[in-house]
């Protein structure tokens, strides 16, 4: 019974703790997915003078690629209404245009940056970011995500908090069995062996219950996510990786808190 | 082998409980430490398994060097001893093989080899029947026979007891003074006993240290 109790005791910040990862590796998830989708479809417009130089990266921001944009595509869109005098002359005049395609979708804080950036450079006329076409909903998630971030580093602090005063109690009440095993020769480490089992069983059983809550999120994904960002996500969501994650985080939060307070005990 | 040279202790610093004690018990003795309530007894004897740290001269246990704490060379003096306390001081939740074997366990011997010396050991203290159950189901002179396996369990070269008998009756302050007896006779273990009741017929060569006014003496 005691030990169950013990067993509880652990296993309920832990849960908690992992359930707000689980929740942050979603929105994380959604975000990335998102991302990755309408950089493919987001370019930078620039026009220039003369003929453009590579760039390398912009803002931070690796440059995928730039294409240049057929003059005379533009030409023959507009040539039926102009003579073959302002015809010969828009050749002559028509300026560069090119497209910027990026390695990452930039926030607006760098979009700016990146403006600023493009505007130092001598033969650019003219830059069109389009930042109104996705900037809205990905703030937006970004902005989800961000406090999901702080809501998942407060329940942390106090899971953490939660589990050394567990600790604590679970010294203080086995203070007697602890100083007859040290009497015998045995290490603090060696008398602390049934509390790193339940530590170990806690953190198993909490990211069992973490990933299976992951799991069934993932896949009635459609029920939580409006379609309008739904249709911008992958039908499956690969998963091995946050499993990964959340097991790794289960057995690291109270391990550390463990030893942590083991130093503490051994330097009193 | 423990040998005290100039040994100083003392709680609080203010006051020495022990000054300047110089002894020798050698291999394979029995040694009682006596004296009245208070005179440290208990005190020199804590010092001998590194419960206290030593203010001043030299203490040897084993060719173990305890002027200075050092954890790791506690723990290894640790499992060359043997501690019998007044009130037994056994793990409640563990069952009577299990307390017995914590010493075993420490020593990381195999489980078979441990639990074969438990059999052993419960048969030489009588409490063969007893082996499943818990020290709150046993009597006193019981839990101190139970006490006396666990600290012969690893086969140390000292026994160091602190008022084994304390809390028992006639009866059962004999069975533990005959085990002690063969444990030292038998076994050539070295026993230090701090008591203030040397049983009167024990049937062995013994010395005795006596503690007055925190100076230990050995007395005739």
Known sequence: MKLLKSFFSFSLPLVVMLFMFSIYLIVTKVVNNYKENIINDYAIVIITNTPFSSIDSLAGIKVKDIEPLSREKIIKNVQQNLSDTSISLLQKKLPYFYKIYLAEFPTTLKLEKIRKELMTISNIKKIETFSNDHNKLYSLLILVQNIIFILFGAVLLLSILLLSKQIKIWFFEHNERISIIQLHGGSLLYSSKPIIKVILGSAFFSSILASSMLVVVISNIHMIIEPEIMSLIPTVLSMEMEIMKIFVLSVIIPSITFFGLLVKYKLK | ?220
């Open chain 2, 1 to 220: 082998m423990i040998l005290a040279k100039n040994l100083t202790l003392s709680y609080d610093k203010r006051k020495n409980i022990i000054e300047n004690a110089n002894f020798l018990i050698k291999e394979r003795e029995f040694i009682f430490i006596s004296g009245s309530s208070g005179s440290g007894k208990s005190t020199l004897l804590k010092s001998f398994y590194g419960d206290l740290s030593i203010n001043n001269g030299n203490l040897f246990v084993n060719k173990h060097d305890l002027t200075k704490k050092d954890d790791s060379k506690l723990l290894s003096l640790r499992k060359d001893l043997g501690i019998v306390f007044q009130d037994y001081k056994l793990i409640q939740d563990y069952t009577i093989e299990e307390n017995i074997m914590l010493p075993l366990k420490v020593h990381n011997y195999a489980d078979d080899v441990s639990r074969a010396q438990v059999k052993k050991l419960l048969k030489h203290v009588k409490l063969s029947h007893k082996i499943g159950a818990y020290p709150a189901e046993l009597s006193g002179g019981e839990q101190q026979r139970v006490a006396v396996a666990r600290a012969l369990a690893h086969n140390p070269s000292v026994i160091l007891a602190d008022e084994p008998t304390g809390n028992l009756d006639d009866y059962s302050s004999d069975m533990i003074w005959t085990l002690l007896k063969n444990a030292n006779e038998h076994l050539g273990i070295t026993i230090v006993v701090v008591t203030h009741r040397i049983p009167t017929d024990l049937g062995i060569k013994y010395r005795r240290f006596n503690i007055e006014e925190g100076v230990v003496y050995e007395a005739s």
